[in-house]
């Protein structure tokens, strides 16, 4: 069955950076285009990266310019590069692929705060 591990977060101060990973297995993961996600609390989760299989990416406005996502097809691994954090980008993080259909992990929480 599918599984995704997200892994890299923590408490970081405004301004700093964090590179989050996603393991995922189960799949054949270089043919999904992938997603980061984020949910804050009392929000809805939603959708901040997109990669598609070709490498093409697209960003929430909230974090275009500050954030890149890659994908290593070799490790079934996505990436999460997140700069210039603000007290807003905390929220935990999850991956799927971009349709949402397989079952969440565990997230992984980014904390933003001096």
């Known amino acids: 069955q599918v599984q995704l591990v997200e892994s890299g977060g923590g408490l970081v101060q405004p301004g700093g950076s964090l590179r989050l990973s996603c393991a995922a297995s189960g799949i054949i993961f270089r043919i999904y285009t992938m997603g980061w996600y984020r949910q804050s609390p009392g929000q809805q989760r939603e959708l901040i990266a997109t990669?598609?299989?070709?490498?093409?990416?697209n960003y929430a406005d909230s974090v275009k310019g500050r954030f890149t996502i890659s994908r290593d097809n070799a490790k079934n691994t996505v990436y999460l590069q997140m700069n210039s954090l603000n007290s807003e980008d905390t929220a935990v993080y999850y991956c799927?692929?971009?349709?949402?259909?397989?079952?969440w992990g565990q997230g992984t929480q980014v904390t933003v705060s001096s």
């Open positions: 799927n692929n971009a349709a949402r259909t397989w079952p």
């Open positions: 990669i598609s299989t070709g490498g093409s990416s």
